[in-house]
Protein backbone atom coordinates (compact mmCIF):
# COMPACT_ATOMS: atom_id res chain seq x y z
CA UNK A 1 0.00 0.00 0.00
CA UNK A 2 3.14 2.22 0.69
CA UNK A 3 4.43 1.72 -2.56
CA UNK A 4 1.29 2.30 -4.43
CA UNK A 5 0.64 6.01 -2.25
CA UNK A 6 4.19 6.74 -3.04
CA UNK A 7 4.07 6.09 -7.02
CA UNK A 8 0.75 8.07 -7.27
CA UNK A 9 1.93 11.04 -5.73
CA UNK A 10 4.61 11.36 -7.87
CA UNK A 11 2.77 10.07 -11.32
CA UNK A 12 0.40 13.05 -9.67
CA UNK A 13 2.89 15.54 -9.23
CA UNK A 14 4.77 14.70 -12.50
CA UNK A 15 1.75 15.09 -14.57
CA UNK A 16 0.41 18.79 -12.85
CA UNK A 17 3.72 19.72 -13.55
CA UNK A 18 3.75 18.45 -16.95
CA UNK A 19 0.41 20.55 -17.96
CA UNK A 20 2.11 23.85 -16.29
CA UNK A 21 5.53 22.78 -18.13
CA UNK A 22 3.57 22.71 -21.57
CA UNK A 23 1.26 25.78 -20.58
CA UNK A 24 4.49 28.14 -19.60
CA UNK A 25 6.30 26.79 -22.72
CA UNK A 26 3.76 27.15 -25.45
CA UNK A 27 3.27 30.52 -27.11
CA UNK A 28 0.07 32.44 -26.22
CA UNK A 29 -2.91 31.45 -27.62
CA UNK A 30 -3.83 32.87 -30.73
CA UNK A 31 -7.68 32.19 -30.53
CA UNK A 32 -7.93 34.86 -28.04
CA UNK A 33 -6.94 39.03 -29.00
CA UNK A 34 -4.80 40.46 -27.43
CA UNK A 35 -6.95 44.00 -28.33
CA UNK A 36 -10.17 42.58 -27.73
CA UNK A 37 -13.25 43.68 -29.92
CA UNK A 38 -15.53 46.39 -28.87
CA UNK A 39 -19.12 45.27 -28.50
CA UNK A 40 -22.03 47.96 -27.57
CA UNK A 41 -25.19 47.18 -26.05
CA UNK A 42 -27.30 47.93 -29.11
CA UNK A 43 -24.83 44.81 -31.07
CA UNK A 44 -25.72 42.68 -28.41
CA UNK A 45 -29.38 42.92 -27.77
CA UNK A 46 -29.16 41.69 -32.30
CA UNK A 47 -27.70 38.57 -30.67
CA UNK A 48 -30.93 37.55 -28.65
CA UNK A 49 -31.79 33.86 -30.50
CA UNK A 50 -31.05 30.24 -30.79
CA UNK A 51 -29.71 30.97 -34.18
CA UNK A 52 -27.50 33.88 -32.66
CA UNK A 53 -26.84 33.57 -28.98
CA UNK A 54 -24.38 36.29 -27.46
CA UNK A 55 -24.25 36.94 -23.78
CA UNK A 56 -22.70 39.51 -21.62
CA UNK A 57 -21.07 38.03 -18.43
CA UNK A 58 -19.07 40.54 -16.22
CA UNK A 59 -18.48 42.66 -18.84
CA UNK A 60 -16.96 39.85 -21.63
CA UNK A 61 -19.17 39.01 -24.19
CA UNK A 62 -19.45 35.31 -25.25
CA UNK A 63 -20.97 33.64 -28.39
CA UNK A 64 -22.52 30.65 -27.16
CA UNK A 65 -24.36 29.41 -29.96
CA UNK A 66 -22.96 26.35 -30.51
CA UNK A 67 -23.30 25.23 -26.77
CA UNK A 68 -26.55 25.74 -26.36
CA UNK A 69 -27.50 21.71 -26.97
CA UNK A 70 -24.55 20.46 -25.07
CA UNK A 71 -25.33 22.58 -22.17
CA UNK A 72 -27.05 20.56 -19.23
CA UNK A 73 -29.90 22.93 -18.76
CA UNK A 74 -32.84 23.16 -20.81
CA UNK A 75 -32.39 25.33 -23.96
CA UNK A 76 -34.91 27.40 -22.62
CA UNK A 77 -33.07 28.30 -19.78
CA UNK A 78 -30.23 29.34 -21.93
CA UNK A 79 -31.97 30.98 -24.33
CA UNK A 80 -33.78 33.46 -21.79
CA UNK A 81 -30.68 35.33 -21.29
CA UNK A 82 -29.71 35.10 -24.73
CA UNK A 83 -28.57 39.14 -26.08
CA UNK A 84 -28.27 40.70 -22.49
CA UNK A 85 -26.04 40.48 -19.65
CA UNK A 86 -26.31 37.31 -18.22
CA UNK A 87 -23.88 37.88 -15.26
CA UNK A 88 -26.66 36.97 -12.75
CA UNK A 89 -27.58 33.80 -14.08
CA UNK A 90 -24.02 33.32 -14.13
CA UNK A 91 -23.47 33.59 -10.54
CA UNK A 92 -26.85 31.82 -9.72
CA UNK A 93 -26.26 28.05 -11.36
CA UNK A 94 -28.42 27.40 -8.59
CA UNK A 95 -29.53 30.20 -5.95
CA UNK A 96 -26.11 31.66 -4.68
CA UNK A 97 -24.39 29.40 -5.97
CA UNK A 98 -21.78 30.29 -9.33
CA UNK A 99 -20.31 28.52 -11.84
CA UNK A 100 -17.67 26.01 -11.55
CA UNK A 101 -13.69 27.23 -12.33
CA UNK A 102 -14.17 24.42 -14.57
CA UNK A 103 -17.10 26.29 -16.65
CA UNK A 104 -15.05 29.08 -16.48
CA UNK A 105 -12.22 27.86 -18.10
CA UNK A 106 -14.84 26.51 -20.95
CA UNK A 107 -16.41 29.89 -21.29
CA UNK A 108 -13.61 31.27 -22.13
CA UNK A 109 -13.80 29.57 -25.65
CA UNK A 110 -16.57 31.61 -26.66
CA UNK A 111 -15.03 35.18 -25.75
CA UNK A 112 -15.79 37.35 -28.87
CA UNK A 113 -15.41 40.67 -27.21
CA UNK A 114 -15.97 43.47 -24.92
CA UNK A 115 -18.75 45.23 -23.75
CA UNK A 116 -18.95 48.93 -24.29
CA UNK A 117 -21.75 51.70 -23.55
CA UNK B 1 -18.26 -18.08 10.31
CA UNK B 2 -16.64 -15.00 8.49
CA UNK B 3 -18.57 -15.31 5.36
CA UNK B 4 -20.96 -13.01 5.92
CA UNK B 5 -19.50 -9.19 5.86
CA UNK B 6 -19.40 -7.68 9.47
CA UNK B 7 -22.29 -5.09 10.22
CA UNK B 8 -19.82 -2.47 10.75
CA UNK B 9 -18.03 -2.96 7.18
CA UNK B 10 -21.56 -3.03 5.87
CA UNK B 11 -22.37 0.48 7.62
CA UNK B 12 -19.48 2.07 6.35
CA UNK B 13 -19.46 0.94 2.46
CA UNK B 14 -23.31 2.45 2.66
CA UNK B 15 -21.82 5.42 4.34
CA UNK B 16 -18.68 5.87 1.76
CA UNK B 17 -21.23 5.79 -0.97
CA UNK B 18 -24.01 7.95 0.68
CA UNK B 19 -22.46 11.47 -1.39
CA UNK B 20 -21.78 9.34 -4.30
CA UNK B 21 -25.37 8.26 -4.34
CA UNK B 22 -27.02 11.25 -3.54
CA UNK B 23 -24.95 13.42 -6.19
CA UNK B 24 -25.73 10.85 -9.27
CA UNK B 25 -29.05 12.39 -10.31
CA UNK B 26 -27.14 15.68 -10.65
CA UNK B 27 -23.94 14.19 -11.78
CA UNK B 28 -25.86 12.25 -14.44
CA UNK B 29 -24.07 9.84 -16.86
CA UNK B 30 -21.01 10.88 -18.62
CA UNK B 31 -21.93 12.18 -22.53
CA UNK B 32 -19.84 10.11 -24.91
CA UNK B 33 -16.75 11.93 -25.52
CA UNK B 34 -13.36 11.74 -23.75
CA UNK B 35 -13.40 15.28 -22.22
CA UNK B 36 -16.96 14.59 -20.72
CA UNK B 37 -16.17 11.24 -19.07
CA UNK B 38 -12.78 12.60 -17.68
CA UNK B 39 -15.00 15.33 -15.86
CA UNK B 40 -17.29 12.99 -15.04
CA UNK B 41 -14.52 10.68 -13.12
CA UNK B 42 -13.05 13.69 -11.23
CA UNK B 43 -16.00 14.71 -10.05
CA UNK B 44 -16.86 11.25 -8.40
CA UNK B 45 -13.64 10.79 -7.51
CA UNK B 46 -13.75 13.61 -5.64
CA UNK B 47 -16.72 12.89 -3.90
CA UNK B 48 -15.42 9.23 -2.98
CA UNK B 49 -12.77 10.71 -1.69
CA UNK B 50 -13.66 13.48 0.29
CA UNK B 51 -16.11 10.49 2.01
CA UNK B 52 -12.94 8.35 2.50
CA UNK B 53 -11.54 11.29 4.12
CA UNK B 54 -14.23 12.18 6.50
CA UNK B 55 -14.84 8.44 6.98
CA UNK B 56 -10.60 7.58 7.83
CA UNK B 57 -10.82 10.65 10.65
CA UNK B 58 -14.59 8.55 12.32
CA UNK B 59 -12.80 5.02 11.93
CA UNK B 60 -10.25 6.49 14.63
CA UNK B 61 -12.21 7.24 17.33
CA UNK B 62 -11.80 4.31 19.84
CA UNK B 63 -14.63 3.66 22.52
CA UNK B 64 -14.74 0.37 24.36
CA UNK B 65 -17.19 -1.59 22.73
CA UNK B 66 -17.48 0.30 19.22
CA UNK B 67 -14.59 -1.63 17.73
CA UNK B 68 -16.29 -4.72 18.02
CA UNK B 69 -18.61 -4.69 14.39
CA UNK B 70 -15.67 -3.94 12.54
CA UNK B 71 -13.73 -7.35 13.96
CA UNK B 72 -11.74 -5.43 16.78
CA UNK B 73 -9.63 -2.57 16.84
CA UNK B 74 -6.54 -3.79 14.64
CA UNK B 75 -9.29 -4.09 12.20
CA UNK B 76 -11.24 -1.04 12.57
CA UNK B 77 -7.38 0.59 12.21
CA UNK B 78 -6.48 -0.97 9.21
CA UNK B 79 -10.01 0.09 7.52
CA UNK B 80 -9.18 3.57 8.67
CA UNK B 81 -5.88 3.42 7.41
CA UNK B 82 -7.41 1.96 3.67
CA UNK B 83 -9.92 4.63 3.47
CA UNK B 84 -6.64 7.06 4.42
CA UNK B 85 -4.98 5.69 1.56
CA UNK B 86 -8.08 5.84 -1.13
CA UNK B 87 -8.73 9.00 0.08
CA UNK B 88 -5.44 10.43 -0.81
CA UNK B 89 -5.19 8.71 -4.11
CA UNK B 90 -8.72 9.00 -5.05
CA UNK B 91 -8.21 13.53 -4.17
CA UNK B 92 -5.19 13.52 -6.16
CA UNK B 93 -7.28 11.73 -9.62
CA UNK B 94 -9.57 14.02 -8.88
CA UNK B 95 -7.56 16.92 -9.40
CA UNK B 96 -6.04 15.60 -12.38
CA UNK B 97 -9.03 13.95 -14.23
CA UNK B 98 -10.47 17.20 -14.05
CA UNK B 99 -7.76 19.28 -15.38
CA UNK B 100 -7.32 16.85 -18.11
CA UNK B 101 -10.74 16.95 -19.37
CA UNK B 102 -10.57 20.41 -19.98
CA UNK B 103 -7.27 19.83 -22.28
CA UNK B 104 -9.89 19.70 -25.02
CA UNK B 105 -10.58 23.71 -24.62
CA UNK B 106 -6.59 24.17 -24.51
CA UNK B 107 -3.78 23.49 -22.20
CA UNK B 108 -4.48 27.20 -20.43
CA UNK B 109 -7.98 26.39 -19.41
CA UNK B 110 -6.80 23.13 -18.10
CA UNK B 111 -4.05 24.92 -16.14
CA UNK B 112 -6.65 27.36 -14.94
CA UNK B 113 -9.22 24.82 -13.83
CA UNK B 114 -6.12 23.50 -11.05
CA UNK B 115 -4.70 27.30 -10.39
CA UNK B 116 -7.45 29.62 -11.33
CA UNK B 117 -7.16 32.98 -9.70
CA UNK B 118 -7.07 33.73 -6.38
CA UNK B 119 -11.03 34.60 -6.36
CA UNK B 120 -11.66 31.55 -6.28
CA UNK B 121 -11.28 30.45 -3.16
CA UNK B 122 -12.51 27.12 -2.56
CA UNK B 123 -9.86 25.77 -5.27
CA UNK B 124 -7.27 26.95 -3.43
CA UNK B 125 -8.48 25.86 -0.36
CA UNK B 126 -9.05 22.30 -1.70
CA UNK B 127 -4.96 22.34 -2.69
CA UNK B 128 -4.25 23.07 1.03
CA UNK B 129 -6.02 20.36 2.42
CA UNK B 130 -3.83 18.15 -0.19
CA UNK B 131 -0.76 19.74 1.11
CA UNK B 132 -1.93 19.34 4.59
CA UNK B 133 -3.08 15.63 3.85
CA UNK B 134 0.43 15.16 2.46
CA UNK B 135 1.78 16.49 5.32
CA UNK B 136 0.61 14.04 7.95
CA UNK B 137 -0.27 11.01 5.57
CA UNK B 138 4.00 11.04 4.01
CA UNK B 139 5.15 9.92 7.62
CA UNK B 140 2.23 7.44 7.24
CA UNK B 141 3.15 5.98 4.03
CA UNK B 142 6.55 5.59 4.94
CA UNK B 143 7.33 8.50 2.15
CA UNK B 144 10.53 9.28 3.83
CA UNK B 145 11.34 6.12 5.93
CA UNK B 146 9.47 5.38 8.66
CA UNK B 147 8.79 8.22 11.24
CA UNK B 148 8.98 7.74 15.60
CA UNK B 149 5.59 7.30 16.77
CA UNK B 150 5.65 10.17 18.38
CA UNK B 151 6.59 12.35 15.64
CA UNK B 152 4.27 10.54 13.70
CA UNK B 153 1.02 10.91 16.34
CA UNK B 154 2.25 15.00 16.49
CA UNK B 155 1.69 15.21 12.30
CA UNK B 156 -1.40 12.86 12.46
CA UNK B 157 -3.45 15.96 14.53
CA UNK B 158 -2.82 17.93 10.95
CA UNK B 159 -5.37 15.05 9.98
CA UNK B 160 -7.90 17.81 11.48
CA UNK B 161 -6.89 20.93 9.68
CA UNK B 162 -6.79 18.73 6.22
CA UNK B 163 -10.84 17.47 7.25
CA UNK B 164 -11.93 21.50 7.90
CA UNK B 165 -10.24 22.71 4.77
CA UNK B 166 -11.36 19.48 2.84
CA UNK B 167 -14.71 20.51 3.69
CA UNK B 168 -14.42 24.33 2.99
CA UNK B 169 -13.36 23.23 -0.33
CA UNK B 170 -16.32 20.98 -0.49
CA UNK B 171 -18.96 22.93 0.56
CA UNK B 172 -19.48 25.91 -1.96
CA UNK B 173 -18.22 23.85 -5.05
CA UNK B 174 -20.84 20.56 -4.44
CA UNK B 175 -24.35 20.77 -5.49
CA UNK B 176 -25.75 18.91 -1.43
CA UNK B 177 -24.47 20.28 1.55
CA UNK B 178 -26.34 17.42 4.08
CA UNK B 179 -24.28 14.74 3.41
CA UNK B 180 -20.95 16.37 4.03
CA UNK B 181 -22.08 17.79 7.24
CA UNK B 182 -23.19 14.35 8.07
CA UNK B 183 -19.44 13.14 7.45
CA UNK B 184 -18.07 15.97 8.05
CA UNK B 185 -19.64 16.23 11.62
CA UNK B 186 -18.99 12.41 12.70
CA UNK B 187 -14.75 12.81 11.62
CA UNK B 188 -14.54 16.33 13.74
CA UNK B 189 -16.30 14.28 16.73
CA UNK B 190 -14.02 11.50 16.37
CA UNK B 191 -11.13 13.46 16.49
CA UNK B 192 -12.23 15.54 19.50
CA UNK B 193 -13.14 12.61 21.63
CA UNK B 194 -9.68 11.14 20.80
CA UNK B 195 -8.01 14.07 21.77
CA UNK B 196 -10.20 16.15 24.71
CA UNK B 197 -12.39 13.55 25.97
CA UNK B 198 -11.59 9.90 25.73
CA UNK B 199 -8.84 9.99 29.12
CA UNK B 200 -12.17 10.34 31.45
CA UNK B 201 -12.93 6.52 29.90
CA UNK B 202 -10.24 5.21 31.88
CA UNK B 203 -10.04 3.02 34.98
CA UNK B 204 -8.05 3.31 38.18
CA UNK B 205 -6.18 0.29 39.24
CA UNK B 206 -3.19 -0.49 41.53
CA UNK B 207 -0.73 -3.09 40.67
CA UNK B 208 -1.05 -5.83 43.59
CA UNK B 209 1.68 -7.94 42.41
CA UNK B 210 4.07 -8.18 39.83
CA UNK B 211 4.91 -12.09 39.16
CA UNK B 212 8.20 -12.92 37.32
CA UNK B 213 7.61 -15.59 34.47
CA UNK B 214 10.84 -16.04 32.94
CA UNK B 215 13.61 -13.89 32.09
CA UNK B 216 12.08 -10.44 30.71
CA UNK B 217 8.62 -11.58 31.46
CA UNK B 218 5.83 -10.72 34.35
CA UNK B 219 2.57 -10.51 35.38
CA UNK B 220 1.11 -7.41 36.43
CA UNK B 221 -1.71 -8.53 38.81
CA UNK B 222 -4.06 -5.20 38.71
CA UNK B 223 -6.75 -4.33 41.32
CA UNK B 224 -9.94 -2.41 40.56
CA UNK B 225 -9.77 0.88 42.67
CA UNK B 226 -13.13 1.97 41.52
CA UNK B 227 -15.47 0.47 38.97
CA UNK B 228 -14.28 -2.97 37.26
CA UNK B 229 -13.56 -3.42 33.78
CA UNK B 230 -16.33 -5.62 31.96
CA UNK B 231 -14.51 -7.87 29.55
CA UNK B 232 -14.25 -10.87 26.94
CA UNK B 233 -11.48 -13.78 27.38
CA UNK B 234 -8.70 -12.92 24.63
CA UNK B 235 -9.29 -8.83 24.56
CA UNK B 236 -6.45 -6.39 25.34
CA UNK B 237 -6.55 -2.86 27.04
CA UNK B 238 -4.37 0.50 26.80
CA UNK B 239 -2.14 0.56 29.80
CA UNK B 240 -1.06 3.75 31.09
CA UNK B 241 1.71 3.19 34.41
CA UNK B 242 1.79 6.15 36.98
CA UNK B 243 4.31 4.63 39.12
CA UNK B 244 6.93 7.49 39.34
CA UNK B 245 9.73 5.65 39.52
CA UNK B 246 9.39 4.43 36.42
CA UNK B 247 12.63 4.61 33.99
CA UNK B 248 10.05 5.32 30.53
CA UNK B 249 7.02 5.25 29.44
CA UNK B 250 5.33 6.85 32.62
CA UNK B 251 1.88 7.78 31.74
CA UNK B 252 2.37 6.83 28.17
CA UNK B 253 0.03 4.27 27.05
CA UNK B 254 0.45 1.24 25.10
CA UNK B 255 -1.66 -1.93 24.26
CA UNK B 256 -1.45 -5.19 26.26
CA UNK B 257 -3.35 -8.12 25.73
CA UNK B 258 -5.50 -9.44 29.12
CA UNK B 259 -4.72 -12.83 30.54
CA UNK B 260 -6.96 -13.19 33.07
CA UNK B 261 -10.90 -14.63 33.02
CA UNK B 262 -13.64 -12.37 32.80
CA UNK B 263 -15.01 -13.67 36.23
CA UNK B 264 -11.43 -12.88 38.08
CA UNK B 265 -11.49 -9.99 40.89
CA UNK B 266 -8.09 -8.80 39.35
CA UNK B 267 -6.66 -8.09 36.03
CA UNK B 268 -3.66 -10.18 34.82
CA UNK B 269 -1.42 -8.47 32.01
CA UNK B 270 1.48 -10.69 30.40
CA UNK B 271 4.35 -8.62 29.88
CA UNK B 272 7.65 -8.88 27.91
CA UNK B 273 10.77 -6.67 27.51
CA UNK B 274 10.30 -5.55 24.20
CA UNK B 275 10.86 -1.94 24.04
CA UNK B 276 11.53 0.71 26.57
CA UNK B 277 8.25 0.90 28.34
CA UNK B 278 7.58 -3.18 28.53
CA UNK B 279 11.54 -2.97 29.90
CA UNK B 280 10.61 -0.68 32.43
CA UNK B 281 7.14 -2.28 33.17
CA UNK B 282 9.47 -5.57 34.32
CA UNK B 283 10.28 -3.67 37.02
CA UNK B 284 7.17 -1.38 37.60
CA UNK B 285 6.16 -0.28 41.71
CA UNK B 286 3.84 -2.69 43.57
CA UNK B 287 1.13 -0.35 44.82
CA UNK B 288 1.27 2.25 42.40
CA UNK B 289 -1.42 3.30 40.34
CA UNK B 290 -2.11 2.58 36.58
CA UNK B 291 -4.62 3.85 34.43
CA UNK B 292 -6.68 1.03 32.21
CA UNK B 293 -8.56 1.80 29.23
CA UNK B 294 -10.81 -0.72 27.00
CA UNK B 295 -11.44 -3.52 26.22
CA UNK B 296 -11.01 -3.69 22.97
CA UNK B 297 -10.52 -6.43 20.13
CA UNK B 298 -12.63 -9.22 19.07
CA UNK B 299 -9.98 -11.96 18.83
CA UNK B 300 -12.09 -15.20 20.21
CA UNK B 301 -14.76 -13.24 17.85
CA UNK B 302 -18.28 -13.37 19.37
CA UNK B 303 -20.29 -16.38 16.80
CA UNK B 304 -18.24 -19.22 17.91
CA UNK B 305 -18.94 -21.96 15.39
CA UNK B 306 -19.84 -25.68 16.94
CA UNK B 307 -16.09 -26.93 15.16
CA UNK B 308 -13.25 -28.08 17.52
CA UNK B 309 -10.83 -25.16 18.18
CA UNK B 310 -7.07 -25.31 17.48
CA UNK B 311 -5.30 -22.30 19.50
CA UNK B 312 -1.11 -21.72 18.31
CA UNK B 313 0.56 -19.48 20.84
CA UNK B 314 4.50 -18.18 20.16
CA UNK B 315 6.28 -16.40 22.86
CA UNK B 316 4.42 -13.40 24.23
CA UNK B 317 1.09 -13.98 21.78
CA UNK B 318 0.37 -17.21 24.84
CA UNK B 319 -1.42 -14.01 26.64
CA UNK B 320 -4.90 -14.16 25.14
CA UNK B 321 -4.89 -18.13 25.28
CA UNK B 322 -4.32 -17.86 29.30
CA UNK B 323 -7.07 -16.02 29.29
CA UNK B 324 -9.20 -18.29 26.94
CA UNK B 325 -8.30 -21.17 29.51
CA UNK B 326 -8.54 -19.43 32.52
CA UNK B 327 -11.86 -18.87 31.46
CA UNK B 328 -12.68 -22.21 30.10
CA UNK B 329 -11.88 -23.28 33.73
CA UNK B 330 -13.85 -20.71 35.89
CA UNK B 331 -17.18 -21.98 33.36
CA UNK B 332 -15.80 -25.73 34.38
CA UNK B 333 -16.99 -27.00 30.68
CA UNK B 334 -15.71 -26.81 27.04
CA UNK B 335 -17.91 -26.49 24.28
CA UNK B 336 -16.37 -29.40 21.85
CA UNK B 337 -12.39 -29.61 21.50
CA UNK B 338 -10.08 -27.27 22.32
CA UNK B 339 -6.30 -27.88 21.60
CA UNK B 340 -3.43 -25.35 22.70
CA UNK B 341 -0.22 -25.77 20.78
CA UNK B 342 2.22 -23.76 22.72
CA UNK B 343 5.74 -22.91 20.45
CA UNK B 344 8.53 -21.71 22.37
CA UNK B 345 12.12 -21.76 21.67
CA UNK B 346 12.91 -23.88 24.93
CA UNK B 347 11.53 -25.00 27.71
CA UNK B 348 12.54 -22.28 29.80
CA UNK B 349 10.93 -19.98 27.35
CA UNK B 350 7.18 -21.60 27.55
CA UNK B 351 5.92 -19.59 30.47
CA UNK B 352 2.70 -20.19 31.80
CA UNK B 353 2.91 -23.77 30.60
CA UNK B 354 2.52 -25.58 34.13
CA UNK B 355 -0.38 -23.47 34.84
CA UNK B 356 -1.99 -24.55 31.40
CA UNK B 357 -1.65 -28.09 31.89
CA UNK B 358 -3.18 -27.93 35.15
CA UNK B 359 -6.26 -26.54 33.60
CA UNK B 360 -5.91 -29.18 30.68
CA UNK B 361 -5.59 -31.91 33.56
CA UNK B 362 -9.10 -30.93 34.84
CA UNK B 363 -11.04 -29.91 32.25
CA UNK B 364 -12.17 -32.89 29.75
CA UNK B 365 -12.19 -31.14 26.01
CA UNK B 366 -9.01 -29.12 26.55
CA UNK B 367 -5.08 -30.09 26.06
CA UNK B 368 -2.11 -28.43 25.49
CA UNK B 369 1.14 -29.32 23.54
CA UNK B 370 4.55 -27.65 23.78
CA UNK B 371 6.48 -27.69 20.58
CA UNK B 372 10.10 -26.54 21.08
CA UNK B 373 12.20 -24.92 17.60
CA UNK B 374 15.47 -25.16 19.42
CA UNK B 375 14.69 -29.11 19.09
CA UNK B 376 12.20 -29.40 16.28
CA UNK B 377 12.34 -26.35 14.24
CA UNK B 378 9.56 -24.74 12.97
CA UNK B 379 6.21 -26.79 13.37
CA UNK B 380 5.29 -28.67 10.47
CA UNK B 381 2.78 -30.59 8.89
CA UNK B 382 4.14 -33.93 10.62
CA UNK B 383 3.87 -32.68 13.92
CA UNK B 384 0.18 -31.10 13.05
CA UNK B 385 -1.11 -34.08 11.60
CA UNK B 386 0.49 -36.00 15.05
CA UNK B 387 -1.09 -33.80 17.15
CA UNK B 388 -4.35 -32.48 15.40
CA UNK B 389 -5.08 -34.59 12.50
CA UNK B 390 -8.27 -32.94 12.19
CA UNK B 391 -6.33 -29.36 11.51
CA UNK B 392 -8.69 -28.82 8.26
CA UNK B 393 -12.17 -29.09 10.11
CA UNK B 394 -11.24 -26.97 13.14
CA UNK B 395 -11.81 -22.88 13.65
CA UNK B 396 -7.81 -21.76 14.24
CA UNK B 397 -6.87 -18.37 16.67
CA UNK B 398 -3.49 -17.81 16.49
CA UNK B 399 -1.37 -15.29 18.00
CA UNK B 400 2.86 -14.77 18.10
CA UNK B 401 5.33 -12.71 16.49
CA UNK B 402 4.77 -11.77 12.63
CA UNK B 403 7.26 -14.30 11.19
CA UNK B 404 5.51 -17.08 12.90
CA UNK B 405 2.27 -15.84 12.02
CA UNK B 406 2.94 -15.97 8.61
CA UNK B 407 4.81 -18.86 8.81
CA UNK B 408 1.77 -20.77 10.27
CA UNK B 409 -0.99 -19.21 7.75
CA UNK B 410 1.02 -20.73 4.86
CA UNK B 411 1.78 -24.39 7.04
CA UNK B 412 -2.19 -24.07 7.24
CA UNK B 413 -3.14 -23.18 4.35
CA UNK B 414 -0.98 -26.21 3.41
CA UNK B 415 -3.06 -28.20 4.84
CA UNK B 416 -6.19 -27.03 3.24
CA UNK B 417 -7.27 -24.48 6.43
CA UNK B 418 -10.02 -21.91 4.41
CA UNK B 419 -8.33 -18.28 5.28
CA UNK B 420 -12.03 -17.81 7.18
CA UNK B 421 -11.26 -20.26 9.59
CA UNK B 422 -7.80 -18.60 10.72
CA UNK B 423 -8.52 -15.81 13.39
CA UNK B 424 -5.49 -13.80 14.24
CA UNK B 425 -5.26 -9.79 15.80
CA UNK B 426 -1.80 -8.09 15.50
CA UNK B 427 -1.18 -5.05 17.60
CA UNK B 428 1.48 -3.19 15.89
CA UNK B 429 1.06 0.48 15.82
CA UNK B 430 -1.95 1.10 17.60
Redesign the interface.
Known sequence: ??T???T??VA?LS??LT??S??AL?SP?A?VPGNPEAITREELARHDSAESCWKAIHGTVYDVTGFIPDH?TPAAVMLEWCGRDASQAWENK?PG?PH???A???L??FRIGLLVD | MRHHPRTGDLALAAAVLLPLVVALPRLGWPADDAGAWLAWVGRAAGILGLAMLLLAAATSIRVPGWDRPFGGLARLWRLHHALGFGAFVLLMAHALALALAAVPLGVPVAVEVLFPPLSRGPVWLGWLAWLAMLLFLAPTFGFFGRPRYQTWKRLHLLSAAALLLALAHALPLAGEAWPWWLLGLAGLAAIAWRKLFSSRARLAYRIEAVEPLARGVVELVLAPEGRRLVHEPGQFVYLAPLDEALSAGRGEEHPYTLASAPADECLRIGIKDLGDASHALQSVTPGSMVQVEGPYGDFFGRHLSRRHRLWLAGGIGITPFVGGARDLLARGAVEGQVLLIYLANRPERAYYLEELEAIAERLAGFSVVSHYYLERGALDAAFLAAHCPDVAEREIHLCGPPAMNAHLRRLLAGQGVPRSRIHSEVLDFL
Open positions: MNVAYAFFSVLVIHSDTPRRSSFEGMER
